[in-house]
């Protein structure tokens, strides 16, 4: 049985609308690089023993695109595709893992990019992605 013990915020960044804005925070940077969004989120210690990370994505209305965030190299780490959304509203938030392979140094380098049918994928706008918080959460042997 596994139990969740708790929960720790690490790094939040807001994305700004403004192409070449950076995040004030010490803890993570952030640039537009033509079709994504590039960030890096850094821990304030290396993952322990029965440690994991996860990004929180708060996604505003999207519509029927998708959100793809992979690591700076390429990697992917996940997609987010909401689906039963009404039109125009916020599409929640999302949980994504992050294995512990994509982290160097104690920092997340990542890329997040719109997904649209037909078109190129393009860096997401403040509205679409509002937020992304790097997470580790302990997990206990309940046996």
Same mark, same amino acid.
């Given at each position: 049985m ?19 804005? *950076? ?7 952030? =640039? ?5 969004? $590039? ?10 023993? /029965? $440690?994991? !990370? ?5 996604? /505003?209305?999207?519509?029927r ?17 909401p689906?039963?959304?009404?039109s /125009? ?8 893992p ?7 140094d104690? %920092?997340?380098?990542? =890329?997040?990019?719109?997904?649209? *049918? /037909? =078109? !190129?994928? =393009? ?7 509002? *937020?992304?918080?790097?997470?580790? %959460?302990?997990?206990?042997?309940? *046996?």
């Amino acid at each position: 049985m596994v139990i969740f013990a708790s929960t720790v915020v690490l790094a939040f960044a807001v994305l700004q609308t403004a192409p070449s804005a *950076s995040v004030s925070s010490p803890m993570a940077q952030c =640039r537009q690089i033509g079709c994504a969004r $590039e960030m890096t989120l850094a821990l304030p210690h290396a993952l322990r023993k /029965g $440690e994991t !990370a996860w990004l929180l994505v708060k996604v /505003g209305a999207i519509g029927r695109d998708q959100i793809q965030i992979t690591t700076q190299d390429g990697r992917p780490l996940g997609t987010i595709s909401p689906f039963g959304i009404r039109s /125009g509203k916020a599409a929640g938030t999302y949980t994504v893992p992050v294995p512990a392979e994509a982290l160097s140094d104690g %920092r997340l380098a990542l =890329r997040v990019s719109v997904m649209q *049918s /037909g =078109r !190129a994928p =393009r860096a997401p706008t403040a509205k679409e992605v509002k *937020s992304l918080r790097l997470l580790i %959460r302990q997990f206990e042997d309940g *046996s």
